[in-house]
């Protein structure tokens, strides 16, 4: 897998709606015909169809020429950890700054926020034309800058200092005559007057751009590599894959880092509503499509937690993960990850015939880990499922690092997933064409 494309999908993904925008022009691309959740759909045998929700959240899937059968998924999130600007976003309280006024989203390692440039990016809804439609914003210059507290007026700040998110945390945009400023530019780039600007979703993001770096080339670092490591190279198997027995289905879904609890998240109804939709299209009844939908397989796929160099005391020594070593498989004994003995079993078989390395995660016994979009999306959708990830470093930091060979590795894993045929014969028997 080419590193730099990677790099590429990053670059165009500043936010969750520009990763659903690129997704979906990706998919376009690639034969992809777009659904309208507010209109009938016609679903031929065969086809190959998106659908979005949102703009933030995209499901596709590919229908085998035979017509009705299960569903293998794979879901992955588009939103990171970020500061998010309140609607009203200028603060300027100090005569000679204009600050903004954000709040956090997700749980982010805030000091890797300060320092360093930043830009704007998101959705605003304009009135244009007699109605009120999106457009997608993005400022792509060093716009704000969140600057540190020198050492000398804080010396603590090397004794674990607390950031207090509305006081340590707001970006400055510019000096006194910059009063206004944002909004203007905003209403600019959409080609309006500011007046015209009916509401936003806007996001700071980080602005440095990918790089590859070790001693060998082995690493690669940039912003939102959780998830976007995952959305990418499960989009490059899903539209590469070959045709195959059951229905492909690309889930990529909004506000995993916040609890998935929206309409567009996985604990919405959005992959039930599109699995329904679909069998229906194809002239199921209600028992028919439950019958598919127990028959089938979903991959949940979002980062994993490779060993730090400097504190591989925090991991479990017989489960742990490495960068360049493969697709991890992540457990949990109280199903903060839906992996089980069947899943896993699968899922290993699956790498096996890809020639892909698997390694296995869990969490130290004493020390409470995190959670993933399956587990979540199974309450709706319930289904047999794995989770799976790829190593990094630095999770939910500004910039975060993972290894440039499982790019590959999950890519030809995923591929294989969706050229492969999995049939359930019975409850716990399976087998794989």
């Given at each position: 897998m080419d590193v730099q494309s990677f790099f590429d999908f990053v670059a165009a993904s500043p936010s969750a709606f520009h990763a659903c925008r690129e997704a979906c022009r990706q998919l376009a691309a690639a034969g992809y015909t777009p659904l309208n959740e507010f209109e009938a759909w016609t679903v031929k045998p065969g086809g190959k169809y998106y659908v979005t929700r949102n703009a933030s959240s995209v499901i596709a899937f590919r229908v085998p020429e035979t017509g009705l059968a299960p569903f293998q998924i794979v879901a992955s999130h588009s939103d990171s950890p970020v500061f998010k600007l309140k609607p009203k976003v200028e603060e300027s309280r100090l005569d000679h700054y204009v600050r903004l006024n954000v709040e956090k989203y997700g749980g982010m390692i805030m000091s890797t926020w300060l320092d360093r440039p930043l830009s704007i990016a998101g959705r605003v809804l304009v009135k244009m034309d007699g109605h009120v439609q999106t457009m997608m914003v993005d400022l792509?210059?060093?716009?704000?800058?969140?600057?540190?507290?020198?050492?000398?007026?804080?010396?603590?700040?090397?004794?674990?200092?607390?950031?207090?998110?509305?006081?340590?945390?707001?970006?400055?945009?510019?000096?006194?005559?910059?009063?206004?400023?944002?909004?203007?530019?905003?209403?600019?780039?959409?080609?309006?007057?500011?007046?015209?600007?009916?509401?936003?979703?806007?996001?700071?993001?980080?602005?440095?751009?990918g790089t590859r770096w070790g001693a060998e080339g082995e690493f690669i670092s940039c912003p939102r590599i959780?998830?976007?490591?995952?959305?990418?190279?499960?989009?490059?198997?899903?539209?590469?894959?070959?045709?195959?027995?059951?229905?492909?289905?690309?889930?990529?879904?909004?506000?995993?880092?916040?609890?998935?609890?929206?309409?567009?998240?996985?604990?919405?109804?959005?992959?039930?509503?599109?699995?329904?939709?679909?069998?229906?299209?194809?002239?199921?009844?209600?028992?028919?499509?439950?019958?598919?939908?127990?028959?089938?397989?979903?991959?949940?796929?979002?980062?994993?937690?490779?060993?730090?160099?400097?504190?591989?005391?925090?991991?479990?020594?017989?489960?742990?993960?490495?960068?360049?070593?493969?697709?991890?498989?992540?457990?949990?004994?109280?199903?903060?990850?839906?992996t089980d003995a069947v899943s896993d079993a699968v899922f290993t078989c699956i790498c096996e015939k890809a020639g892909v390395p698997v390694q296995h995660f869990s969490n130290l016994s004493n020390l409470a880990g995190g959670s993933t979009l399956g587990n979540i999306a199974n309450t709706h959708v319930s289904i047999n499922t794995v989770d799976i990830g790829l190593a990094q470093l630095a999770m939910h930091s500004s910039y975060e690092t993972a290894g440039a060979k499982d790019l590959t590795y999950m890519t030809d894993a995923l591929r294989k997933f969706y050229e492969t045929t999995i049939r359930f014969r019975m409850d716990g028997m399976f087998t794989l064409a």
């Open positions: 792509a210059r060093d716009a704000v800058l969140i600057p540190n507290m020198p050492i000398h007026f804080n010396r603590d700040m090397n004794d674990g200092f607390k950031f207090d998110p509305q006081v340590d945390l707001l970006p400055l945009y510019g000096d006194a005559a910059s009063a206004g400023g944002l909004e203007a530019e905003i209403a600019r780039q959409c080609g309006v007057e500011k007046e015209d600007v009916v509401a936003s979703d806007l996001f700071l993001y980080n602005r440095m751009p959780d998830d976007l490591e995952c959305a990418f190279t499960s989009l490059m198997a899903f539209i590469r894959a070959e045709k195959h027995g059951n229905t492909a289905v690309y889930a990529l879904f909004d506000n995993e880092e916040v609890g998935s609890r929206t309409k567009q998240g996985a604990d919405s109804s959005f992959l039930t509503d599109v699995l329904f939709r679909l069998c229906g299209a194809l002239g199921a009844d209600d028992a028919e499509t439950r019958q598919m939908i127990a028959a089938s397989f979903m991959v949940s796929a979002d980062n994993a937690h490779a060993v730090h160099p400097n504190h591989p005391e925090k991991y479990d020594a017989d489960n742990r993960t490495w960068m360049n070593e493969g697709v991890v498989i992540k457990h949990n004994a109280n199903q903060a990850y839906t």
